[in-house]
């Protein structure tokens, strides 16, 4: 988990969010391009988009891929239970009380700004909503990984 902590990083000051190095944009905003892009590019039986929601009153909305006891994101592949610990473990140290649950998202919410408001509490910029089209940096950043063959590793 990054948190952005300058007053120069806005959410709203696209140019310099699209200026974050690779790992801080996918970990700050585009994390649910990411999901989308690997999901397309391995199409993986059972695989699926995960929205980690926070309880109401807190921040730290995060978009990963499930698939089987694996899962991927910013940082790579890893296994679920260790993902979701060391997840619930980050957010808790930053923000007292902090709890969530998590969505299961179907592929096309990913990637629709106007399907992702109809999940209460979450609102997805599209690829293209960015300061340039997010999804072809997406797919440059999966470039640095290998295809999934599951191997749990930890943080």
Same mark, same amino acid.
Request: charged share 15%; aromatic share 22%; with cysteine.
């Given at each position: 988990m990054y948190r952005l902590r300058t007053k120069n990083c806005r959410k709203r000051d696209l140019e310099k969010r699209w200026a974050l190095p690779e790992r801080v944009f996918f970990a700050c905003?585009?994390?649910?391009?990411?999901?989308?892009?690997?999901?397309?590019?391995?199409?993986?039986?059972g695989a699926r988009a995960v929205w980690i929601k926070p309880?109401?009153?807190?921040?730290?909305?995060?978009?990963?891929?499930?698939?089987?006891?694996?899962?991927?994101?910013?940082?790579?592949?890893?296994?679920?239970?260790?993902?979701?610990?060391?997840? @619930?473990k980050r957010a808790r140290q930053a923000f007292a009380g902090w709890d969530a649950t998590l969505v299961d998202l179907p592929r096309d919410v990913l990637v629709s700004e106007a399907k992702?408001?109809?999940?209460?509490?979450? @609102?997805?910029r599209q690829p293209d909503q960015f300061y340039q089209n997010a999804l072809p940096r997406a797919e440059k950043y999966l470039d640095r990984f290998p295809p999934p063959q599951f191997k749990a590793s930890t943080f």
């Open positions: 905003g585009a994390c649910h391009v990411l999901a989308y892009a690997f999901l397309t590019r391995y199409p993986l039986d309880i109401a009153g807190h921040v730290g909305n995060h978009v990963f891929v499930e698939f089987g006891h694996g899962v991927f994101d910013y940082h790579g592949y890893s296994g679920r239970d260790v993902y979701l610990a060391h997840y @619930w992702s408001r109809t999940y209460d509490g979450l @609102w997805l």
